[in-house]
């Protein structure tokens, strides 16, 4: 018999599942607001022109999702008959529905991960690239890169790894788009700029809406032209939005708080330590992401729900995210709910 658990569950399938605070709410209530359609709205434009500043890009533009942000990247880049590189297991890859496929027109290939987690080399790249083929082979035309990457457990790619990957698609001939859903994590994790981690990239999709709490909203960044032709594409798929600013409002208060994702990294480190204590072989987390091989892990995921932890199994183990909303005292609770590995 367990006992039942005390209060409510800890939530760790996501960083998704943060709820807005009094103060993000209270933002959002008092939101400047005009019709962001129509003409703009001031809000919307102060979030957008603070993060074309964090990111180091001309313009950037706000959109309900980080898949629709890729989307959108994806249909400015590519014509049908080109093909994307991408690390394995990216987002864009296996959990977009295939949009960048049927929709933006891109034929997928994946690369490996030669220089480290979710990170493909340079050399990856050079050896995946189709070079002088015949005028009805595939047109290489953009790489895209994730940091941090999610489904190799929230890993970072370095300034140094990102700029190496940046200049070799340039110098392919390619446009590079980052899906920097978590970024803020990995300019947390690194201690650099997001600029640092976005520089040489054509265009960039960062979320507001993970660690950093808001209840909806990312940005995606790039030249004036890009942002341009990307309002287009955001109307053409729905995306346009009127009184935009109450959301806004929360995506501002939402960058106010990147610096309070070291937290949720070192609770992260304080899960994986305690269970590789007891038995767990865990890998040490970079970011927030925490993944624990396991031999069943539906089980393993069942028996944490009855002792009130909630976590997400994967194809090898446990998957389990920090976020704002994980205190200390979650993390000493997730630890203790853990059976014994078998
Ligand atoms: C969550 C996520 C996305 C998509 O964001 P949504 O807002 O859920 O559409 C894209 N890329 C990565 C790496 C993500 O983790």
Known sequence: MTAPPAGPPVDLRSDTVTRPDARMRDAMARAEVGDDVLDGDPTMRALEAEVAGLLGTADA?????????????????????????????????????????????????ALPWSAGPGTPSPADLERALIRGGPYFALRDRLLCLENTHNAAGGTVTTPVQHRSLVDAAHDAGLLVHLDGARLWNAAVALDVPPADLAEGADTIQVCLSKGLGAPVGSVLAGSTDFVREARRLRKMLGGGVRQGGVLAAAGLVALERVDRLAVDHHHARLLADALAERGWKVDPPQTNIVMVPADDPPGTVASLAERGVLAVPTGTGVRMVTHCDVSRLDIERAVASFPQPS
Do not use: K, Y
């Open 61 to 109: 533009l706000w959109v309900p999702t980080g898949s629709m942000g890729n989307l959108i990247a994806l249909c400015v880049h590519l014509e049908r008959g080109d093909r994307f590189l991408v690390p394995d297991r990216a987002h864009l890859l296996d959990l977009e529905v295939g949009t960048a496929s049927w929709l933006a027109g891109g034929m997928p290939q």
